[in-house]
């Protein structure tokens, strides 16, 4: 069974650089053939898929974030990381990281993680 938890901040000012971690256990995120990505759910909105990084390390990320979005990983930790640069309140969110590709191709989810931007 595959598990993620994200953490990180809970608060982040506006201009600052949200970072957040996910680890996960149950399984290695070099396994070929899988990706994890990082989805973010505003409120009162849906989910929005930010980025993933592949087993191999590549990265990929959505058009609308990809100048502010950083996606890296430390396999020896079995951990992989967001950094969204120059929040702004609008990226106030419940952030998951999860395996798969897409929204559509999730089948594991961490429990989430709030974050608010303010000042």
């Known amino acids: 069974q595959v598990q993620l938890q994200e953490s990180g901040p809970g608060l982040v000012k506006p201009s600052q650089t949200l970072s957040l971690t996910c680890t996960v256990s149950?399984?290695?995120?070099?396994?070929?053939?899988?990706?994890w990505s990082w989805i973010r759910q505003p409120p009162g909105k849906g989910l929005e898929w930010m980025g993933a990084?592949?087993?191999?390390?590549?990265?990929y990320y959505s058009p609308s974030l990809k100048s502010r979005t950083s996606i890296s990983r430390d396999t020896s930790k079995n951990q992989f990381t967001l950094q969204l640069s120059s929040v702004t309140p609008e990226d106030t969110a419940v952030y998951y990281c999860a395996r798969g590709g897409s929204i559509a191709t999730i089948d594991y989810w961490g429990q989430g993680t709030q974050v608010t931007v303010s000042s």
């Open positions: 990084i592949a087993y191999s390390g590549s990265t």
């Open positions: 149950g399984g290695s995120i070099t396994t070929n053939g899988y990706y």
